[in-house]
Each structure stands twice: as structure tokens, then as C-alpha cells.
């Protein structure tokens, strides 16, 4: 079982920055792949970002240049981070940290509110 912690949601203004991180309780062997989606009520969860356990990342088109994923790898506990920068109000949802492992589970964070004003 992989235990997720999410932090760093909150309301801020167009043009402002916010930085989201996700523990994951696991060994860095476990973790192949961490991703970021977000939901807006009413609309299907949508990819954000990915890394991988080389440090591969790879970005939806409506964030690139704004976001940065990036991920910590300790040895009982793996971080995720999405940086994001220049945020629009578009970017308003609930991020949703999701960590693959290499035996193919899926493990899900409860979400965080990410809330951009104009």
C-alpha cells in the first residue's frame, strides 16, 4: 500500500504561482511513473503532468511553459512537485496526485483545491 499526503493548494490571483507537492510513503524502487490531473466539476480528470522514475516529464499543451514537475526520490518516501507559474483562472480545479508502480497499481491522493481568480 502507498500512502499519498498532498499540500500546497489555495486560492491566488491570475499571474500568481503556486507550488503542489505529494509524498508518497514507498520505496523509490516501487515507483515507476508520478502524475499530476486536475478536475473541475462537471469535467472529465485531465492529465497535468508526468515524471518518470529517469526523470522524463512530459506536460499537457495548456500548461506547458508554465508548469514544472519535478520529483524528490529519498529513500522510504518519493515527492512529487508541480510547480506552477503564471497561473490563469483556467487552471482552477482539484489537483490530484497519482503514482503508478511497477507492478501496475494505481495509488490516488485526495486532492488539493487549486483556485485562480482574475
Known amino acids: 500500500q502507498v500512502q499519498l499526503v498532498e499540500s500546497g493548494g489555495g486560492l491566488v490571483k491570475a499571474g500568481g504561482s503556486l507550488r503542489l507537492s505529494c509524498a508518497a510513503s514507498?520505496?523509490?524502487?516501487?515507483?515507476?511513473?508520478m502524475r499530476w490531473h486536475r478536475q473541475v466539476p462537471g469535467n472529465q480528470r485531465e492529465l497535468v503532468a508526468t515524471?518518470?522514475?529517469?526523470?522524463?516529464?512530459?506536460?499537457a499543451d495548456s500548461v506547458k511553459g508554465r508548469f514544472t514537475i519535478s520529483r524528490d526520490n529519498a529513500e522510504n518516501t518519493v515527492t512529487v512537485y508541480l510547480q506552477m507559474n503564471s497561473l490563469k483562472p483556467e487552471d482552477t480545479g482539484v489537483y490530484y496526485c497519482?503514482?503508478?508502480?511497477?507492478?501496475?497499481?494505481?495509488?490516488w491522493g485526495n486532492g488539493t483545491l487549486v483556485a485562480v481568480s482574475s
Open positions: 497519482h503514482v503508478q508502480t511497477y507492478e501496475a497499481r494505481n495509488y
Open positions: 514507498a520505496s523509490i524502487f516501487r515507483i515507476a511513473v
Open positions: 515524471v518518470t522514475n529517469s526523470g522524463g516529464t512530459n506536460y
